[in-house]
């Protein structure tokens, strides 16, 4: 059991960084809706420099983005969790990806919101 635990733990704060882009990386590659939403990131963030956006507005367009990437990760690691522990329908496991995905359409829901009070602010 204790080399199991020492096998997943990082040595060091290096290793936690360098595991942590490990992360990243894997659902850049692996999941397409990372993809879509960094491309979205990539042009509101154009978008909002065209526009001027001050520091806060870009603050508030940053944090809506990122929110939707973290909850995208969060939910890409609980779906890989489930897959490990059954292969089968359960309901349960269900609750646990239905609830991650939710997770994921709440924050885009709130970019939205984000997006079209900060864009349509500066439009009208």
């Known amino acids: 059991m204790e080399k199991d635990a020492q096998r997943t733990s990082n040595k060091n704060f290096f290793d936690a ?3 942590a882009l490990k992360g990243i990386a894997y659902a850049i590659k ?4 990372i993809k ?12 909002g420099t065209i ?6 507005e870009f603050l508030f367009l940053v944090f809506a983005c ?3 990437l973290v909850t995208e990760m969060i939910n890409t690691a ?11 329908f359960h309901p349960i496991a269900k609750i646990a ?13 709130n970019a ?12 009208f």
């Open 51 to 56: 526009f001027k956006f001050n520091g806060l």
């Open 17 to 19: 960084f360098a595991n």
């Open 66 to 68: 990122s929110l939707v």
């Open 97 to 109: 990806k239905d609830v991650g995905a939710g997770a994921v359409l709440l924050s885009s829901l």
């Open 112 to 123: 939205v919101i984000v997006g079209c009070i900060l864009f349509l602010g500066k439009i």
């Open 30 to 33: 692996t999941q397409r809706n």
């Open 78 to 88: 609980i779906e890989a969790t489930v897959n490990l522990v059954t292969t089968n």
């Open 36 to 47: 879509i939403q960094i491309i979205f990131t990539i042009i509101v963030s154009v978008a």
